[in-house]
T-cell receptor, first 119, second 108 residues
Framework: NAGVMQNPRHLVRRRGQEARLRCSPM?????VYWYRQLPEEGLKFMVY????????ESGMPKERFSAEFPKEGPSILRIQQVVRGDSAAYFC?????????????????FGSGTQLSVL | DAKTTQPNSMESNEEEPVHLPCNHS???????IHWYRQLPSQGPEYVIH???SNVNNRMASLAIAEDRKSSTLILHRATLRDAAVYYC?????????FGGGTRLMVKP
C-alpha cells in the first residue's frame, strides 16, 4: 500500500544541466501536484496535472520548467539548464479527485520530496 | 486569495495540550479550512480539515470559530514526534497555498 513515491531522493546537477524529477502517485490517484520549497520557506504551488493534461500551471516559471503526467508511468518535472537558484526541495502530491480548499475538500498525500542541489 | 496568519513559532512541554491558532478573516463561506504538518526532512502530511463544525480525528481536534474567521488546531497531548511546522490553509482557491506555518517545538 505504497504512498506517493518520488525519486531520486537527492539529485546533484551542475549549472546548465537538466534535472528530471519523478513522481508516482498513490494507487488509484489521477491528480498530481508539484510544489517547491526553498530553504527555510513554505511550499509554493507550481503545477497541477490530471492524467495527460495540465490543469493549472500558474506557479510554474515561464522558462526552463515543464511538467507532464503521461497515461502510463510517473509524472515528470523537468528543469532545463539548471541554475543555482533552482536548488530546493521539490514535493509531489496526489489526490483521488480534485484537491484543495474551496468547495472541494479532498486531501492531498505528499511524497518525501527530491532535494535538488545545483553546483 | 484569502490569507492566513499564524504565529511563527510555539513551544510546548511533552504530554501537555497544544493550541495552535490561525486567523483566516477573509475566508469565503464555502471554503474548507485545512491543516497540514511537515516533519523535518519530510513532505507535508494531512492533519485535519473542517468547514463549520468542530472536527476530531486520531491526530488532533479542530475548533472553528462561529464566524469562521479563525480556527485552532488542538493536539491533546504533545509528544516529541509532534515537533513540526504546522500549516493552516484556508480559502486559497483550487490549490492548497502554504504560508509560513507555525514551528512547534516540544520540550521533554
Amino acid at each position: 500500500n505504497a504512498g506517493v513515491m518520488q525519486n531520486p531522493r537527492h539529485l546533484v546537477r551542475r549549472r546548465g544541466q537538466e534535472a528530471r524529477l519523478r513522481c508516482s502517485p498513490m494507487k488509484g490517484h489521477s491528480h498530481v501536484y508539484w510544489y517547491r520549497q526553498l530553504p527555510e520557506e513554505g511550499l509554493k504551488f507550481m503545477v497541477y496535472l490530471q492524467k495527460e493534461n495540465i490543469i493549472d500551471e500558474s506557479g510554474m516559471p515561464k522558462e526552463r520548467f515543464s511538467a507532464e503526467f503521461p497515461k502510463e508511468g510517473p509524472s515528470i518535472l523537468r528543469i532545463q539548464q539548471v541554475v543555482r537558484g533552482d536548488s530546493a526541495a521539490y514535493f509531489c502530491a496526489s489526490s483521488l479527485s480534485r484537491g484543495g480548499t474551496g468547495t472541494r475538500n479532498e486531501k492531498l498525500f505528499f511524497g518525501s520530496g527530491t532535494q535538488l542541489s545545483v553546483l | 486569495d484569502a490569507k492566513t496568519t499564524q504565529p511563527n513559532s510555539m513551544e510546548s512541554n511533552e504530554e501537555e495540550p497544544v493550541h495552535l491558532p490561525c486567523n483566516h478573516s477573509t475566508i469565503s463561506g464555502t471554503d474548507y479550512i485545512h491543516w497540514y504538518r511537515q516533519l523535518p526532512s519530510q513532505g507535508p502530511e494531512y492533519v485535519i480539515h473542517g468547514l463549520t463544525s468542530n472536527v476530531n480525528n486520531r491526530m488532533a481536534s479542530l475548533a472553528i470559530a462561529e464566524d469562521r474567521k479563525s480556527s485552532t488546531l488542538i493536539l491533546h497531548r504533545a509528544t516529541l514526534r509532534d515537533a513540526a511546522v504546522y500549516y493552516c490553509i484556508g480559502g486559497a482557491g483550487n490549490m492548497l497555498t502554504f504560508g509560513g506555518g507555525t514551528r512547534l517545538m516540544v520540550k521533554p
